[in-house]
Every structure is written in structure tokens, then in C-alpha cells.
């Protein structure tokens, strides 16, 4: 571990993921718990996986445009891209749930998959120097920079306010649908921002795990936490945790054996988990 620690002093990239990482583990410890509490897993990965195709699109129509033009839209950037594709997912997702409850498994679905497909034809028609497909899917910290980070600290920011002025509605709609509607609580609005906030936190992991790793982030953490207390409030604090341990650890173990960072986070969140999961059961 000491070569980690050494390298946390002099390497700045290295430096870059473990603030990206400690930012991303307060969003997704915060709306990861949100979204066990209201089961909402499912639509979770269908998120992430949808958001490939504006990550696709966004590579694909830069790089037409500097061929074009000969000089590059510097805000049309993978995480931009990632972020449209994400909340034009959310609505559509938000709207078939809402109207469409009898097909809505079937219709997410067919959204994840579209997501995806679009999203690998913009990087194969993509000109220029081929796309490493691998570094989306499963992150490539090499690709972390000064502004990814800065990017991070600023939608966390946005996220963490969202849930802080909203909190008290957002634990209405996730336990009691029905009674928050009663109480005169827009259920439909806060339902939407939930997912919006979902999104928000995928993007933010994608360079550091990827879209396929970065879902099991958002669940895994809070669905260790839940197990251990039934506020929502002591849930969120411990979903932070256990995420900003998989994040640390993650990194100095990967960076000390030398293997990828984002699946060897996973691979931690998933033991915690398991641990966690035989303990209860022996217990009880």
C-alpha cells in the first residue's frame, strides 16, 4: 500500500480519481438508498445502459463536425452526451411507468436495448481513430482529468441540494405512494426528480467503473445498508460509507496489483454484500 500512498502524493491523475471517487460515494450512497428503498433497481440499469447512446452520439457528431469544419466543439463532450441521453431516458422512462404500468418491464426493456445498439453504431461509424468501447463500459481511470473531477464535484453538488430541499417528499413517495398523494404531495413530480437524480449519478461514475459497473455502485452499497437499519437517514450514511470504502479500496488494491479499477471496485462492493448478507442470516 505504500506505493499508493506515494503516488497519491505525486500523481496527479491518481489524485483526480480518489477525489472523483470520495464525491461520486456521497451521491450514490445518498441516491442509491432512495432508489432500493423504492425498488427501482431495474429502471436504474436501464438508465445507464440507455445512456451509451448519447455517449455515442456525442463522440460521433464531434468528430463529423471537426472533419467538417476543422475545429472541435470542446462542449460536446461523452459526459454531455451521457448526461442527455440520461434524462431523455428518464422522461420516457418515467412517463411508460406511469402510464403504461401493465408493460412497463417490456418497454423499459426495449429502451435499455435501443440505448445500447444506438450507441455502438455512433462509435463504429465514428470517423477518425477507432473507440475503445471498453473504457465506457468499464471505465479506464486513465481517462479521468482535471475537469472530469471538476465536473463530478459540481452535479454531486447538485444532487446532494436536490435531495437536502426535497428530502422529506422523497421519502414520501418512496414508502407511501398513496399517502403522500393524499397528503397533497406532487407523486408523479418527486417520481420523475428521483429519476433524474439517478441519472445524474450514473454519469457521474461512468469514467471511473462504467455504465455496466456503475449500476451495481448505486445498488449494492445501499442494499448492504438497508439490511442494518430501516431509516432512510441511517441507511444513506452507511451506503456512503460502504461506497467510499469499495471506491478507496478499489483503487489502491487495483493500482497495487496492477488490474482494472472499476471491476475490482465491484468485485469489493459485492464481497461487502455477501459478508454482510451471511452475518444477518447467522444472526437471525
Not at 480518489?18 to 451521491?27: H, K, M, P
Request: glycine share 8%; hydrophobic share 55%.
Amino acid at each position: 500500500m505504500t506505493d499508493f500512498l506515494e503516488a497519491v502524493q505525486t500523481v496527479p491523475l491518481i489524485r483526480y480519481v480518489l477525489f472523483a471517487g470520495i464525491v461520486s460515494s456521497l451521491t450514490f450512497g445518498v441516491v442509491g438508498s432512495l432508489v432500493v428503498t423504492r425498488q427501482i433497481a431495474y429502471i436504474a440499469a436501464a438508465i445507464a445502459h440507455s445512456i451509451l447512446g448519447g455517449i455515442g452520439a456525442s463522440v460521433y457528431f464531434s468528430r463529423i463536425y471537426e472533419r467538417g469544419y476543422g475545429t472541435e466543439l470542446v462542449w460536446l463532450t461523452p459526459m454531455f452526451g451521457a448526461m442527455v441521453a440520461g434524462m431523455l431516458s428518464v422522461a420516457l422512462i418515467g412517463w411508460v411507468t406511469l402510464r403504461f404500468k401493465e408493460r412497463e418491464d417490456t418497454i423499459i426493456g426495449a429502451i435499455w436495448a435501443f440505448g445500447m445498439a444506438t450507441g455502438l453504431l455512433f462509435l463504429h461509424y465514428s470517423p477518425g481513430k477507432a473507440v475503445s468501447l471498453e473504457s465506457f463500459i468499464f471505465g479506464n481511470i486513465l481517462l479521468t482529468s482535471r475537469s472530469d473531477v471538476i465536473a463530478t464535484l459540481i452535479l454531486g453538488a447538485v444532487v446532494l441540494i436536490l435531495v437536502g430541499l426535497f428530502y422529506h417528499k422523497l421519502v414520501a413517495v418512496c414508502f407511501d405512494e398513496e399517502f403522500a398523494r393524499l397528503r397533497g404531495v406532487s407523486s408523479k413530480a418527486y417520481y420523475f426528480l428521483l429519476l433524474g437524480l439517478t441519472a445524474i449519478s450514473v454519469v457521474l461514475m461512468v469514467r471511473l467503473a462504467g455504465i455496466i459497473l456503475a449500476q451495481a455502485l448505486i445498488i449494492l452499497p445501499a442494499a448492504t445498508a438497508s439490511r442494518f437499519s430501516r431509516k432512510l437517514w441511517v441507511i444513506m450514511f452507511i451506503a456512503i460509507a460502504i461506497t467510499m470504502v469499495c471506491n478507496t479500496g478499489g483503487l489502491a488494491f487495483s493500482y497495487e496489483l496492477d488490474v482494472p479499477t472499476g471491476p475490482f471496485i465491484v468485485l469489493i462492493a459485492v464481497a461487502i454484500y455477501t459478508i454482510c448478507l451471511f452475518v444477518k442470516r447467522r444472526r437471525s
